[in-house]
């Protein structure tokens, strides 16, 4: 009877040793995904691994596997172990591959970084200021904040801002920023600004009756703000030294073009020499202006004889050069 029944042993214990082995087997290239309760993710992808900690021979990729989409910087989205199940599955892997345990969900929050207003502002006044053509000391640079806070993901943030076209960054304008994150464009801000730069400029010191020939007694310096001045100015007094006044100037009035004219050195009619220059041979004459003209200017005279007419240039000493 003991020797019918070895057999059978034998095999009993063969066939065990095979389910212990094979279980052994099956232990050993199980997955297991141990799903967190709460997760911190940088995006703009969640990946297997940012939620759960994963033991297995396949451990390196399941983690690498992306999941869904991470939630806004500063956002939660709460992911669901069956749907986890659902993607891992999709991918290729057998349900008999990995086991997930741990929480039925985890939260996953995007992480962010915030910038505030003031910072916003402090960036692009920085901007302003490097790149303006005036001197910080002698200007003002006042920004309209934007409306809200930047909330960015977690990376290299760069911010960069450019003129709307046009804007010389004197008077009011509008900056356009670029939020950068590792080197892409996340987000696009709008700023006001006004920029007002002052410099020195001529003034009139006293009454200038009409007609009368300006000194430099006349003028002087004051500080006035360059966006104002749409009709262009003076900087510096010697420009204007000797030219006559258009109208009568009051004091304290900024000087410009349509206040001041180059005096006029010759009349109309009036007889003026003329010097023709050929190489070194030069040769003067006489002939009558066609019009009145100030030093720099181009004149058209009449020879006295011939009346043929041509064009000359009006020396500061009165007499006009044909080239």
């Given at each position: 009877?003991?020797?019918?029944q070895?057999?059978h042993?034998l095999?009993f214990?063969?066939?065990?040793a095979?389910?212990?082995f094979?279980a052994?087997?099956?232990?050993?290239?199980?997955?297991?995904v141990?799903l967190?309760?709460e997760a911190?993710v940088k995006g703009p992808?969640?990946?297997?691994?940012?939620v759960a900690?994963?033991?297995?021979?396949?451990?390196?990729?399941?983690?690498?596997?992306?999941?869904?989409?991470?939630a806004?910087?500063?956002?939660v989205?709460?992911?669901?172990?069956?749907?986890?199940?659902?993607?891992?599955?999709?991918?290729?892997?057998?349900p008999?591959?990995?086991e997930?345990?741990?929480?039925?969900?985890?939260?996953?929050?995007?992480?962010?970084?915030?910038?505030?207003?003031?910072?916003?502002?402090?960036?692009?006044?920085?901007?302003?200021?490097?790149?303006?053509?005036?001197?910080?000391?002698?200007?003002?640079?006042d920004?309209?904040?934007?409306?809200?806070?930047?909330?960015?993901?977690?990376?290299?943030?760069?911010?960069?801002w450019?003129?709307?076209?046009?804007?010389?960054?004197?008077?009011k304008g509008t900056?356009?920023?670029?939020?950068?994150?590792?080197?892409q464009?996340?987000d696009?801000?709008?700023?006001?600004v006004?920029?007002?730069?002052?410099?020195d400029?001529?003034?009139?010191?006293s009454?200038?009756?009409?007609?009368a020939?300006?000194?430099?007694?006349?003028l002087?310096?004051?500080?006035r703000?360059?966006s104002?001045?749409?009709?262009g100015?003076?900087?510096?007094?010697?420009?204007?030294?000797?030219?006559?006044a258009?109208?009568?100037?009051?004091?304290?009035?900024?000087?410009?073009?349509?206040?001041?004219?180059?005096?006029?050195?010759?009349k109309?009619?009036?007889v003026?020499?003329?010097?023709v220059?050929?190489?070194?041979?030069?040769v003067?004459d006489?002939?009558?202006?066609?019009?009145?003209?100030a030093?720099?200017?181009?004149?058209?005279?009449?020879?006295?004889?011939?009346?043929?007419?041509?064009q000359?240039?009006?020396?500061e000493?009165g007499?006009?050069?044909?080239?």
């Amino acid at each position: 009877m003991n020797r019918e029944q070895t057999p059978h042993r034998l095999l009993f214990a063969w066939a065990a040793a095979a389910v212990l082995f094979l279980a052994a087997v099956r232990a050993d290239a199980l997955n297991v995904v141990l799903l967190r309760d709460e997760a911190f993710v940088k995006g703009p992808q969640v990946a297997l691994g940012d939620v759960a900690d994963i033991e297995g021979a396949e451990a390196e990729a399941l983690a690498g596997l992306e999941i869904l989409p991470a939630a806004a910087p500063g956002c939660v989205k709460r992911i669901h172990a069956s749907m986890l199940r659902s993607r891992i599955m999709t991918a290729g892997y057998r349900p008999e591959d990995f086991e997930i345990t741990g929480a039925e969900s985890v939260n996953a929050t995007t992480l962010c970084v915030e910038l505030t207003r003031e910072m916003l502002v402090d960036d692009l006044r920085r901007f302003i200021e490097l790149e303006m053509p005036w001197d910080p000391a002698n200007a003002t640079v006042d920004i309209d904040p934007p409306t809200s806070k930047l909330v960015l993901p977690e990376g290299d943030i760069v911010l960069e801002w450019r003129p709307a076209a046009l804007f010389q960054y004197l008077g009011k304008g509008t900056m356009r920023g670029e939020a950068l994150v590792d080197g892409q464009v996340r987000d696009v801000i709008y700023c006001q600004v006004n920029v007002q730069a002052y410099g020195d400029v001529v003034v009139a010191s006293s009454d200038i009756p009409r007609g009368a020939i300006i000194s430099r007694g006349d003028l002087s310096v004051a500080k006035r703000a360059l966006s104002a001045m749409r009709n262009g100015y003076y900087s510096d007094p010697e420009e204007l030294a000797g030219m006559v006044a258009r109208s009568t100037i009051f004091p304290d009035t900024v000087l410009t073009s349509r206040h001041v004219m180059p005096r006029r050195i010759i009349k109309r009619n009036q007889v003026v020499t003329v010097e023709v220059r050929a190489g070194t041979l030069m040769v003067r004459d006489r002939a009558q202006a066609m019009s009145n003209a100030a030093a720099g200017d181009i004149i058209i005279c009449q020879r006295m004889n011939s009346k043929e007419e041509f064009q000359g240039i009006v020396r500061e000493d009165g007499i006009v050069e044909v080239y």
